[in-house]
């Protein structure tokens, strides 16, 4: 890594004003499971280096019971040896989401990045890459570069060359909570050549805490993508195709033209294949299509909002992306255990203590997946980078509040 004042200015623009107290208000390390913490007056958040992943996130429901709703591990050690590697909380890089054929070209040339998913006879390793492969970003300890009350930052050089991607990256992840607000912001610098750089937050989400005494999914979440009323079109390995679909009023994809239950249209024919090959449920990417020129950050401009009228918690989703990659857990089969701060603490054999299929709800603000394979839709200024020109910047905002509204 060669230090320069363009990496200077990074940091600069990537660290939160709190950390200009950072001497004087002080904080710990880790806890005992290696959880650094941060605080707000309405919620209460855990981080760990490992992947820059969210670990806890409290908050009191309608009945001001504490409630952890993002899925993770107890001990923060747990998450490098686990098998499964569900990328609990962490941010995919360099590039999230999926790489058609583990290939792309940038100015004519080819590279080949590490293939890590749906291997065949004829590719043993993968067909195509996923979150950036074997080792991405969520397979690697970050360094802790500041820890407020509020705030934490972390940040990772990933070197020229790592999974097959081309020249080096710098990137500082930052964390924070104000009220009743979760607010990140990722930034990262192509220091040497142009390479693809789309980066998220791979969030396990469960409003909840996985204690609902009535059902142990998430399929009665109900969600709203106001700006969605389309997706990219995918294969049955999910790799796009070029083609951008509409999600016609009352489909399986519709949650534009009204919020609705995320089970609520799985009975439906149309739901079968939906994500994937035999798979029923979702794990799309919509486009977020909002009318220029707008503030992704003024009230009611969000994204995304999920809610349950169970919990009661609700959460709105402010983001600078223009889409949004949705999964319903479809893959998990209760194999994974849940927390000590969630669940129900008995015996009762219809809710053990594991997070089964549609168990939770991942949501992932990022731009069009795989566009760096598909020069026609024009997202190259938005996924190319190189040195000396802008950084990769993307920011949101998860605000929580109170809904109690039922919706089918």
């Not at 200024?381 to 509204?405: C, H, W």
């Amino acid at each position: 890594m060669r230090l320069n004042t363009s990496l200077a200015a990074l940091g600069a623009l990537s660290l939160p004003i709190a950390s200009a107290d950072y001497a004087t208000n002080g904080t710990s390390g880790p806890d005992e499971n290696g959880l650094y913490w941060i605080y707000s007056d309405g919620l209460s958040a855990a981080f760990i280096a490992y992947g820059a992943s969210i670990s806890r996130l409290l908050i009191n429901d309608q009945y001001d019971i504490q409630r952890d709703i993002v899925g993770g591990f107890d001990n923060a050690s747990y998450y490098e040896i686990d098998q499964q590697h569900p990328h609990f909380g962490g941010v995919p890089g360099r590039y999230a989401n999926r790489i058609q054929n583990s290939t792309f070209e940038i100015d004519g040339v080819t590279y080949h990045v590490d293939p890590n998913e749906n291997p065949t006879a004829a590719a043993p390793q993968g067909a195509d890459t996923l979150h950036g492969g074997h080792d991405g970003w969520d397979y690697r300890n970050f360094t802790v570069v500041s820890h407020t009350n509020n705030s934490i930052t972390f940040s990772i050089v990933d070197p020229d060359g790592k999974e097959g991607f081309p020249g080096e990256v710098v990137s500082y992840i930052t964390y924070t909570l104000t009220g009743y607000t979760w607010d990140f912001k990722m930034v990262a610098l192509a220091t040497t050549k142009k390479t693809p750089i789309m980066l998220s937050s791979h969030t396990y989400w469960n409003l909840d805490g996985f204690a609902n005494n009535e059902t142990n999914t998430a399929l009665n979440h109900t969600l709203y993508l106001p700006y969605s009323g389309q997706r990219v079109g995918v294969d049955n390995i999910l790799i796009p195709t070029g083609d951008i679909l509409a999600n016609k009023e009352g489909s399986v994809n519709d949650f534009w033209s009204a919020p609705k239950q995320l089970g609520a249209s799985l009975n439906d024919p149309e739901a079968l294949g939906n994500c994937g090959f035999n798979c029923t449920g979702y794990d799309n990417c919509w486009l977020v299509n909002r009318e220029e020129p707008y503030n992704w950050r003024d009230e009611g401009n969000f994204v995304a909002r999920l809610q349950s009228s169970w919990s009661g918690i609700q959460v709105e989703v402010y983001s600078d992306q223009d889409a949004f990659q949705v999964y319903s857990c479809n893959g998990q089969n209760g194999t994974l255990t849940l927390k000590e701060t969630q669940g129900l603490h008995g015996d009762d054999p219809d809710f053990p203590r594991t997070i089964p299929k549609y168990g939770c709800l991942v949501m992932e603000v990022e731009d069009w997946i795989d566009a760096i394979n598909h020069p026609e839709w024009g997202r190259a200024d938005k996924q190319i980078y190189g040195p000396g020109g802008d950084p990769y910047v993307l920011q949101a905002s998860y605000v929580f509040s109170i809904n109690t509204t039922a919706t089918s």
